[in-house]
């Protein structure tokens, strides 16, 4: 049972580059999220989806751009980086948005923008 | 809105020690509240819950009540083990978002 994989593990990018954060989850989960933490800050919320087609902003969505076509993946989309965006990405499922639901994350994605 | 405060780190103790870190959160309604674990180069895995106040959250010998009237959810361990250095985060889930973290406490444990 694999859980949620995400992938790459490490990536550089160029200033204005455009690259595709992957994830996915084998659980059937409904509810999926991205997070980026970043020293000091903790976790903050980029978008989120509680199901196949839906997505919504959370705290900070600005350079980011989500879609859910399956349940399974949830890709994180920067069209075109920024040294700002330089951090450490974790996504996240749960089987539903109901607020006693553990949420199981992936290892991260350690994204530096030069 | 939500919000979760804990206490700033690091938090440097001795193996054997006891420890707490305190969490704080801001909430309209009744939220569930968590502590997570993160291990270096890990991502993040449930520590402990509890979804209602008074309830008390259990695990690896980590504890944590959630107390409405002080609007809390304190993390304690009676004798901490340098398995334990790690970054804990308290959150919070309110019905149809997602968790909402806490800035993080680093806890390093020496032998």
């Known amino acids: 049972n694999a859980g949620v994989t995400q992938t790459p593990k490490f990536q550089v990018l160029k200033t204005g580059q455009s690259m595709t954060l992957q994830c996915a989850q084998d659980?059937?989960?409904?509810?999926m999220s991205w997070y980026r933490q970043d020293p000091g800050m903790g976790l903050r919320l980029i978008h989120y989806?509680?199901?196949?087609?839906?997505?919504d902003q959370g705290e900070v969505p600005n350079g980011y751009n989500v879609s859910r076509s399956t349940t399974e993946d949830f890709p994180l989309r920067l069209l075109s980086a920024a040294p700002s965006q330089t951090s450490v990405y974790f996504c996240?499922?749960?089987?539903?948005?109901?607020?006693?639901?553990?949420?199981?994350f992936g290892q991260g994605t350690r994204l530096t923008v030069v | 809105g939500n919000s979760v405060t804990q206490m700033e780190g690091p938090v440097t103790l001795s193996e054997e020690a006891f420890l707490t870190i305190n969490c704080t959160y801001t909430?309209?309604?009744?939220?569930?509240l968590f502590w997570y674990v993160q291990y270096p180069g890990e991502g993040l895995q449930l520590l402990l819950k509890?979804?209602?106040?008074?309830d008390k959250g259990s695990n690896k010998g980590f504890e944590a009540t959630y107390r409405k009237e002080t609007t809390s959810f304190h993390l304690e361990k009676g004798s901490v083990q340098v398995s334990d250095s790690a970054v804990y985060f308290c959150?919070?889930?309110?019905?149809?978002?997602?968790?909402?973290f806490g800035k993080g406490t680093t806890l390093s444990v020496s032998s």
């Open positions: 959150a919070l889930n309110q019905a149809g978002t997602a968790l909402i």
């Open positions: 909430a309209t309604g009744y939220p569930s």
């Open positions: 509890a979804t209602k106040a008074d």
């Open positions: 659980m059937n989960h409904e509810y």
């Open positions: 989806s509680v199901g196949a087609g839906i997505t």
């Open positions: 996240a499922s749960s089987y539903s948005g109901q607020k006693n639901t553990e949420a199981f």
